[in-house]
């Protein structure tokens, strides 16, 4: 069964850092790309990040480019998101999620975790 | 980046009616589209996924459609456990981008 469990969120300040984790099992982690996205307290779903297969590609959506970078750990199946120069905006719960398709993304998302909340206040 | 917009943002139901929710894309998108369910507190669930392919797991009453700019979800007798808010999602291009969600309540 495929389980994906996110950690790190915590309150940070505005301009602080942060690095979200997610921990994956239950499939083979280093065949799919993986994704970040998040979700403001009451508000849609947003697509943050995206990751190939193998860490050689990366994308982001513009808000968080030049501040937040994804990378994965294939040896300990795991996913991250460092954060930088967080802005109340980036306020949200976290989900990380796997690719539907191996190898080359596809860009939809069949399993998810169930978040870790990010809370960005003086 | 492509416009995601859905339609209704909102709507009441009954157990046994027939749903229908409507996504529109600002451009051609092929069939890069999914639809997914989310319930309070919880993650997204992937519904349905290329717009008409069900997902495992998921009841034969969800049923997708659509290709281009305009797609449809169509839940047909609609149960208890199907009152929820519904994404639609482009996986056409970079950046990948939803719909603004539709929220389907009990009459």
């Known amino acids: 069964e495929v389980h994906l469990v996110e950690s790190g969120g915590v309150v940070v300040q505005p301009g602080g850092s942060l690095r979200l984790s997610c921990a994956a099992s239950?499939?083979?982690?280093?065949?799919?790309?993986m994704h970040w996205l998040r979700q403001a307290p009451g508000k849609g779903l947003e697509w943050v990040s995206l990751?190939?297969?193998?860490?050689?590609?990366?994308y982001y959506t513009d808000s968080v480019k030049g501040r937040f970078t994804i990378s994965r750990d294939n040896s300990k199946n795991s996913l991250y998101l460092q954060m930088h120069s967080l802005r109340p905006e980036d306020a949200a719960l976290y989900y990380c999620?796997?690719?539907?398709?191996?190898?080359?993304?596809?860009?939809?998302?069949?399993?998810w975790g169930q978040g870790t909340l990010v809370t960005v206040s003086s | 980046d492509i416009q995601m917009t859905q339609s209704p943002s909102s709507l009441s139901a009954s157990v046994g009616d027939r749903v229908t929710i409507t996504c529109r894309a600002s451009?051609?998108?092929?069939?890069?589209f999914n639809w997914y369910q989310q319930k309070p507190g919880k993650a997204p669930k992937l519904l349905i996924y290329?717009?008409?392919s069900l997902q495992s797991g998921v009841p034969s009453r969800f049923s997708g459609s659509g290709s281009g700019t305009d797609f449809t979800l169509t839940i047909n007798s609609l149960q208890p456990e199907d009152f929820a808010t519904y994404y639609c999602?482009?996986?056409?291009?970079?950046?990948?981008?939803f719909g603004g969600g539709t929220k389907v309540e009990i009459k």
């Open positions: 999620a796997k690719d539907k398709r191996s190898g080359s993304h596809y860009g939809a998302f069949d399993y």
């Open positions: 239950g499939f083979s982690f280093d065949d799919y790309a």
């Open positions: 990751i190939s297969w193998d860490g050689g590609s990366t």
């Open positions: 451009q051609s998108i092929t069939d890069f």
């Open positions: 290329a717009a008409s």
């Open positions: 999602q482009q996986s056409y291009s970079i950046p990948l981008t």
